[in-house]
């Protein structure tokens, strides 16, 4: 596999289930892809690939950027729960609000690993 495929390969699916979120994760609700990311992150996981991914690596980080982003403390919130909060209660609302983060949160480690 190409080192830019390894790079994109999470951004690709993020940006695929944007498009398309009722297809890949039944829903438009940010608990939904939520608990897909978690089980992609648990995938790579045992499958030891996460030492490949730099940008699956990072996305543990993701929830410090969230809270710095929002001003809230990460230990007490997890990204889906700030999200919501941010968004009044609204999953579908708090679902557009993740991909315009995310896209933000790319950049940043973009950055990072140059």
């Known amino acids: 596999m190409e080192q830019q495929s390894k790079l994109t390969n ?52 993701f929830n410090d950027f969230i809270a710095l982003k929002l001003g809230k403390n990460s230990i007490t919130h997890g990204w889906r729960a700030m999200m919501i909060e941010h968004c009044d209660g609204n999953e579908e609302k708090a679902l557009e609000f993740f991909f315009e983060t995310f896209e933000e949160f790319i950049e940043h480690i973009h950055k990072k690993f140059k």
């Open 10 to 61: 999470l951004i690709e699916i993020v940006r695929q289930i944007r498009f398309r979120p009722v297809m890949y994760i039944g829903d438009k609700k940010i608990s939904s892809m939520y608990m897909f990311l978690n089980g992609y992150r648990f995938a790579i996981m045992i499958h030891k690939l996460e030492a490949d991914q730099p940008v699956t690596m990072a996305f543990q980080d």
